[in-house]
């Protein structure tokens, strides 16, 4: 069974850093794009980061590039949110979740449909960030 | 950045009715359009993708349609485990963009 399961998250003042861990199993885990998607309290989805499955490409919506950081351990099964200088607009429950379909090659990692056809999701991990 | 809008926002139905989610993207994303599911407290579910493509697992009763700007989301007849938030999603360009959801209530 494909699982994903979030972890690190908690209060944290504005300004402060906080890594958020996804752990996965079931797939190969090398083979597939990853992705954070955060919920803020009540609203709706919005998608903050992806990663290729080598690790080498990444993407960030405009609100967070600078400041949170994703990277990938493929030896480990291990997707990562590095965030810092956090604000209080950063607080969310972050969702990790998988591309739908691998890629293995250069003639699709940096198109859009092997990172945001998201088919497995973890939990969730919430992120407080308030003083 | 391409910006979706869903509409209703919300709509209340009864068991057994056919439901429509309407989905407009403020430029074409040719069929790049997903569908996903929320329920209270879980994880969002994709259902949908490429605009028509039913998701393993996922009741027939869910159908997608459109390409361009314009996507549909229909089920066919309403189950009590189908109300939940629904959200589209383009997987045209990055930065990927969601929905503001639609509320599926019970009448």
């Known amino acids: 069974e494909v699982q994903l399961l979030e972890s690190g998250g908690g209060l944290v003042q504005p300004g402060g850093s906080l890594r958020l861990s996804c752990a996965a199993s079931?797939?190969?885990?090398?083979?597939?794009?990853l992705n954070w998607v955060r919920q803020a309290p009540g609203k709706g989805l919005e998608w903050v980061s992806g990663i290729s499955g080598g690790g080498d490409i990444t993407y960030y919506t405009d609100s967070v590039r600078g400041r949170l950081t994703i990277s990938r351990d493929n030896a480990k099964n291990t997707l990562y949110l590095q965030m810092d200088s956090l604000r209080a607009e950063d607080t969310a429950l972050y969702y990790c979740?998988?591309?739908?379909?691998?890629?293995?090659?250069?003639?699709?990692?940096?198109?859009?449909?092997?990172?945001?056809?998201?088919?497995?999701w973890g939990q969730g991990t919430t992120v407080t960030v308030a003083s | 950045d391409i910006q979706m809008t869903q509409s209703p926002s919300s709509l209340s139905a009864s068991v057994g009715d056919r439901v429509t989610i309407t989905c407009r993207a403020s430029?074409?994303?040719?069929?790049?359009l997903n569908w996903y599911q929320q329920k209270v407290g879980k994880a969002p579910k994709l259902l949908i993708y490429?605009?028509?493509n039913l998701q393993t697992g996922v009741p027939s009763r869910f159908s997608g349609s459109g390409s361009g700007t314009d996507f549909t989301l229909t089920i066919s007849s309403l189950q009590p485990e189908d109300f939940a938030i629904y959200y589209c999603q383009q997987s045209y360009n990055t930065p990927s963009s969601f929905g503001q959801g639609t509320k599926v209530e019970i009448k």
């Open positions: 430029q074409s994303i040719n069929k790049n």
């Open positions: 490429v605009a028509s």
């Open positions: 079931g797939f190969t885990f090398s083979n597939f794009a």
């Open positions: 979740a998988k591309a739908r379909d691998s890629c293995t090659s250069t003639s699709c990692n940096q198109l859009a449909y092997y990172y945001y056809v998201m088919d497995v």
